[in-house]
């Protein structure tokens, strides 16, 4: 048995339940995960308030995490039993102690970096990585402006930015918040 996050009904914070399941065997293409730090990401309060309604109902919540590999489906060819791993972008059901995960969402962690700082971290820099390099190749010397540089997706882009040679002007909500996002050279 393990433990999750599960809900039947969509509303606020007080329908969501912890509760025991039996995690199933990974399918073919999928590995199981067992979770040490779980991604809280905003757009999981709108599928939580049926904005974004799941599925189906019960539904699991989360998409995002970081763990070890405990099983593998018999197609997976890059990830192996005892990967520290972070991901992505799965099917609902990450804020559990277990988690299967399709091999394409998965990545493997280096030992440098927790798996606190990979479950907060993944998304947003993949979100970035979208933006400056996929969406609009930025490039040294080039000046562009950002919204909400102070958030997460916004720090992350702030310090790309900057090594990327490029400037990024940011708006923030606030003054405490432009000093938090401040990329100016030290």
């Given at each position: 048995m393990a433990k999750h996050i599960e809900f039947s009904a969509t509303g606020g914070p007080e329908i969501l339940k912890y509760c025991e399941f039996t995690p199933v065997d990974p399918a073919d293409n999928e590995v199981q995960v067992e979770n040490r730090a779980?991604?809280?990401?905003?757009?999981?309060?709108?599928?939580?308030?049926?904005l974004y309604p799941p599925a189906q109902l019960p539904s699991g919540l989360g998409t995002e995490a970081a763990g070890v590999v405990t099983k593998v489906g018999s197609t997976v060819t890059t990830l192996k039993i005892g990967d520290r791993v972070v991901y992505a972008q799965s099917t609902l059901g990450a804020y559990s102690e277990v988690h299967n995960v399709a091999e394409n969402k998965v990545t493997v962690l280096p030992d440098t970096i927790s798996f606190e700082q990979a479950a907060a971290s993944f998304l947003k820099g993949l979100t970035v990585y979208y933006l400056l390099r996929r969406t609009h190749q930025i490039q040294p010397g080039e000046i562009f402006l950002f919204h909400a540089a102070a958030g997460g997706i916004g720090l992350i882009a702030c310090?790309?930015?900057k090594t990327l040679g490029a400037k990024l002007i940011g708006t923030a909500g606030s003054d405490e918040k432009a000093?938090?996002?401040d990329c100016s050279p030290p």
């Open positions: 779980i991604g809280i990401n905003y757009i999981d309060t709108y599928i939580r308030s049926g310090q790309w930015a000093q938090l996002g």
